[in-house]
């Protein structure tokens, strides 16, 4: 059995290299995705291993997790970005935003709100991604589809969150057919809302894409893609 190390490399390789073909294979340049790698199965020692291998956009989707590795000492000389993927309560916002470069998730107004004023208090204008429910799947968090441009509107009543793009999670039922038709729907609502949205606010950004469909993500747009397992395979935490 290899170390830790090269296990992670070899899977960073691995999954590079889908990102490269993807690119390739859509037309496009491997530098208009970046690679968020999720760190949400391991602990902050293995999830270290990822940055020391060249991944420096580290996710992870619980706020508890996320406070306890971006803090960990193994992350202390490292140049790491973190991003929080998953939903953010309001009443977490006040630790989770002095460690993070970009929250995906915003669902709310409220919560909209919540970070703005956590922001001004640092001094900040924090990233963020308008989460979008584009499944349809009541389970899953994210504004729906009919009321995006509604938000949209309300974007420069919080100038501390610049919103860039945003985000979605494939339906978990359907495979790769119903997943693309997810990133698709993404896509459209992102250059509908372009249209109509208010002087300043650019949505460049379509957060989507995870190990088992990352490529379909690209395919139909995706600047960021959020990758766990993939890049953990062959590791026991
Ligand atoms: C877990 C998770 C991912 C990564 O999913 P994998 O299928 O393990 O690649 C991406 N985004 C979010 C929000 C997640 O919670």
Same mark, same amino acid.
């Given at each position: 059995?290899?170390?830790?190390?090269?296990?992670?490399?070899?899977?960073?390789?691995?999954?590079?290299?889908?990102?490269?073909?993807?690119?390739?294979?859509?037309?496009?340049?491997?530098?208009?995705?970046?690679?968020?790698?999720?760190?949400?199965?391991?602990?902050?020692?293995?999830?270290?291993?990822?940055?020391?291998?060249?991944?420096?956009?580290?996710?992870? =989707?619980?706020?508890?997790?996320?406070?306890? &590795? !971006?803090?960990? +000492?193994?992350? /202390?000389? $490292?140049? @790491?970005?973190?991003? *929080?993927?998953?939903?953010?309560?309001?009443?977490?916002?006040?630790?989770?935003?002095?460690?993070?470069?970009?929250?995906? =998730?915003?669902?709310?107004?409220?919560?909209? &709100? !919540?970070?703005? +004023?956590?922001? /001004?208090? $640092?001094? @900040?204008?924090?990233? *963020?991604?308008?989460?979008?429910?584009?499944?349809?799947?009541?389970?899953?968090?994210?504004?729906?589809?009919?009321?995006?441009?509604?938000?949209?509107?309300?974007?420069?009543?919080?100038?501390?969150?610049?919103?860039?793009? $945003?985000?979605?999670?494939?339906?978990?039922?359907?495979?790769?057919?119903?997943?693309?038709?997810?990133?698709?729907?993404?896509?459209?609502?992102?250059?509908?809302?372009?249209?109509?949205?208010?002087?300043?606010?650019?949505?460049?950004?379509?957060?989507?894409?995870?190990?088992?469909?990352?490529?379909?993500?690209?395919?139909?747009?995706?600047?960021?893609?959020?990758?766990?397992?993939?890049?953990?395979?062959?590791?026991?935490?």
């Amino acid at each position: 059995m290899s170390d830790p190390l090269t296990t992670v490399r070899e899977n960073l390789a691995r999954v590079e290299e889908r990102i490269h073909a993807a690119a390739r294979d859509a037309g496009r340049s491997r530098d208009e995705v970046r690679l968020v790698g999720v760190t949400k199965y391991v602990n902050a020692a293995t999830a270290a291993l990822l940055a020391q291998a060249g991944c420096h956009d580290l996710g992870e =989707s619980r706020p508890q997790e996320l406070w306890a &590795k !971006a803090e960990a +000492a193994e992350f /202390a000389d $490292l140049p @790491v970005r973190w991003h *929080a993927v998953g939903h953010l309560q309001r009443n977490k916002v006040n630790r989770t935003i002095p460690l993070v470069a970009i929250v995906h =998730s915003v669902d709310s107004v409220r919560l909209l &709100k !919540a970070i703005d +004023a956590c922001a /001004a208090g $640092l001094g @900040v204008v924090r990233d *963020a991604l308008l989460e979008v429910n584009c499944s349809g799947d009541p389970e899953k968090h994210g504004v729906a589809p009919e009321d995006l441009p509604a938000v949209i509107q309300r974007l420069p009543e919080f100038p501390r969150v610049h919103i860039r793009g $945003l985000m979605t999670m494939a339906a978990r039922e359907g495979g790769l057919e119903v997943a693309r038709r997810n990133f698709a729907r993404l896509r459209e609502l992102r250059d509908q809302a372009a249209i109509g949205a208010p002087e300043g606010v650019e949505l460049t950004e379509l957060s989507m894409g995870m190990s088992a469909d990352f490529e379909a993500a690209i395919a139909e747009g995706a600047t960021i893609v959020r990758v766990g397992t993939a890049l953990w395979e062959g590791l026991a935490d």
